[in-house]
């Protein structure tokens, strides 16, 4: 990889760490809203497919801890602490995935599908250990999917077409 590609891909990360730890204040004024739309995870997933999983793992993994010790939001422990290792998982599948998979319209959707599952299971282990075991399969569905299927819909439709409409206007990045 060239040098002019590393600024860029460092440069976007930036970019997208960013828009993580402001996204939050567009819902933070209803907290029930922020859990349910899950803002820091859009900026995360974006990094994955545009920076590679490295890059994705990074931000994702910073950004809740960071926004934690600069925001006070969300709570170090265990809420950021757990969205720390859900959304290192986020962006590093999805950016490995992405970049495995053939470059079809599918691609997008298996590598936005496999990284949403498998950081939401990175999710709730992180809150079974973090809990000393006090985190069961109802908390769990409750916490990954119920609250968060706002979130999850709103991930499924947005995430495709800003990844397909942006690699349409930028084919260097393929």
Known sequence: MNKTMNVKKLTLSGMF???????????????QIG???CPMHLPVLLCGFFCGGPM?????????????????????FPVASCMAFELAVYGLVSGLMYRMLPKKKSSVYAALLSAMV?????W????????GG???MEAFLA??????????VLQLILIPLLVMALEKYNPASK
């Open 143 to 152: 916490g990954a999917v119920t609250t968060a299927l706002p979130g999850i």
């Open 134 to 136: 006090n985190f069961g």
């Open 35 to 37: 859990s349910m739309l």
């Open 56 to 76: 994705g793992f990074l931000v994702g993994f910073i950004a809740p801890i960071l926004r934690s010790f600069l925001f006070g939001m969300p709570p170090l």
């Open 118 to 122: 498998l950081g939401r299971i990175a």
């Open 124 to 131: 709730g282990m992180a809150m079974y250990v973090f809990l």
């Open 17 to 31: 760490l960013a828009v993580a730890l402001v996204m939050p204040f567009l819902t933070g004024q209803i907290p």
